[in-house]
């Protein structure tokens, strides 16, 4: 008698648990649904994938990743995508005059500390004499294509690598390729988006041509006639730390003397550049062979680190949908903080202390890379083509131009800046 009573209950108990889990599931994807219904369904695609990305990452929290994994995690909560119609993402820069506006005055002290350029009448003249002509070519050639849009104005723009307003001192307005927070400066997109950039023996000229840059990199992955799948995807590259370049910091140091001791985990070698004496400048080593942005695309894990002032090369790895990391976070270029850590890319310590155990992560967790290295791609494939930063110099150059607290009169001494001839 009690052992039937013992049975029935346990036949209800059963009997109520499986209903109470349908009731959940159903639950569950009810909810889930409501996220594709109606007008939410646009954002679907990403919220899906960001969801299921996010449970992916739970199954695997309490790995020996899972502080990395819960970094990502917040980092993609926290990402709001770059608004692609609207390239202001640095603007910010402009800040510290927009209470006061920009007088005489202080272009008059900034003067020293760079070329100064005038926009009068939709025509531009600048300082006879520019310290680096090509990287004043490399500036004009987008200032020339937007210069019927541009209004009255007078600035000074700085060529050299290092930034030139220091905060220990008040701001003063001085544009310049890339600084640290500890500047006023004022970024404006580099010269070697076009012309200018750093002349090594595989771009004698000087890096340049962005347009051409990301075509020729990315021609990498599919063949001109389409036939072939891609030619370097993720699984085919090598599962190595690449990085090539020459000692323009010592940063670097710590990744080269690691290639030494662990080649099969990285490969990491210092080149010659112009300044390079004796094996000294290559950390006691025989120059390494150059090697073309496209073929960094062979390796999985591509370093960026800063040289004198942020380096050019960052851009070019993303092209590669390869995984970068990104070494440091203090020297910026104008479109860097739209891209963010974990999210595009994998921020390593400037001593490099964290550098073994990243790469460690990055092999164990194939997939969540894969998409950091994809997402990265995108965002430098979308949101930094030519039209962009086009697009950014216009917008920068009109809003500085309304901080002017006067109207800017021709200066005889300045020379007429006009287009060169097609290239
Ligand atoms: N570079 C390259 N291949 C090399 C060495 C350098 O493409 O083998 C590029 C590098 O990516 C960077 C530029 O040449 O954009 C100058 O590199 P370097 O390391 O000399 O200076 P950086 O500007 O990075 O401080």
Redesign the pocket.
């Known amino acids: 008698m009690a052992a039937n009573l013992i049975e029935k209950s346990a036949f209800i108990f059963i009997l109520f648990s499986i209903s109470l889990i349908i009731l959940v599931e159903t639950h569950i994807e009810e909810h889930e649904a409501e996220f594709c219904n109606g007008e939410a369904e646009e954002k679907c695609p990403e919220t899906n994938s960001e969801r299921l990305s996010e449970m992916k990452y739970r199954k695997e929290r309490n790995t020996r990743w899972g502080h990395y994994l819960d970094k990502l995690e917040q980092a993609l909560r926290d990402y709001e995508p770059y608004n692609a119609t609207d390239c202001s993402c640095h603007t910010r820069d402009l800040a510290p005059w927009k209470k006061k506006g920009i007088s005489q005055v202080l272009i008059q002290n900034a003067k020293e500390r760079g070329t100064r350029y005038q926009i009068i009448n939709h025509k531009l003249y600048r300082d006879p004499e520019c310290m680096f002509p090509f990287r004043c070519s490399g500036v004009e050639y987008f200032i020339l294509k937007l210069i019927n849009k541009l209004p009255d104005m007078e600035f000074i723009l700085n060529t050299r690598d290092w930034p030139q307003a220091n905060k220990h001192w008040p701001p003063l307005p001085i544009l310049s390729f890339s600084k640290t927070d500890q500047y006023w400066d004022i970024m404006y997109p580099a010269w070697t988006f076009w012309e200018g950039?750093?002349a090594?023996s595989?771009y004698p000229t000087g890096?340049g041509r962005w347009d051409r840059q990301r075509t020729i990199i990315t021609n990498v992955f599919t063949f001109l006639d389409d036939r072939e799948a891609e030619k370097w995807p993720w699984e085919k590259k090598k599962p190595i730390a690449f990085f090539?370049?020459?000692r323009?910091?010592a940063e670097r140091d710590p990744l080269v003397l690691m290639s030494r001791e662990r080649p099969d985990l990285v490969d990491a070698q210092y080149?010659k550049?112009q300044a390079w004496r004796s094996e000294k400048d290559t950390l006691g080593a025989t120059p390494a062979q150059?090697?073309?942005?496209e073929d960094h695309c062979h390796y999985k894990y591509l370093f960026n680190f800063r040289?004198?002032a942020a380096?050019?090369?960052f851009k070019?790895l993303f092209l590669c949908k390869s995984l970068v990391f990104h070494v440091g976070d203090e020297w910026l270029e104008f479109f860097y903080p739209a891209m963010k850590p974990w999210v595009h890319y994998i921020p390593v310590r400037n001593d490099l202390e964290d550098v073994r155990d990243l790469i460690d992560f990055s092999k164990e967790n194939e997939e969540i890379v894969k998409e950091i290295a994809e997402r990265g791609f995108q965002f430098v494939w979308n949101h930094l083509k030519m039209e962009d930063i086009q697009c950014y110099w216009e917008k920068l150059l009109i809003d500085y131009a309304e901080l002017l607290q006067y109207k800017p009169e021709r200066d005889l001494k300045l020379v007429e800046v006009t287009p060169r001839k097609k290239t």
């Not at 150059?290 to 942005?293: A, G, I, K, R």
């Open positions: 950039g750093p090594i595989l890096i090539r370049g020459s323009t910091s080149t550049n150059e090697v073309p942005f040289g004198v380096s050019f090369r070019h």
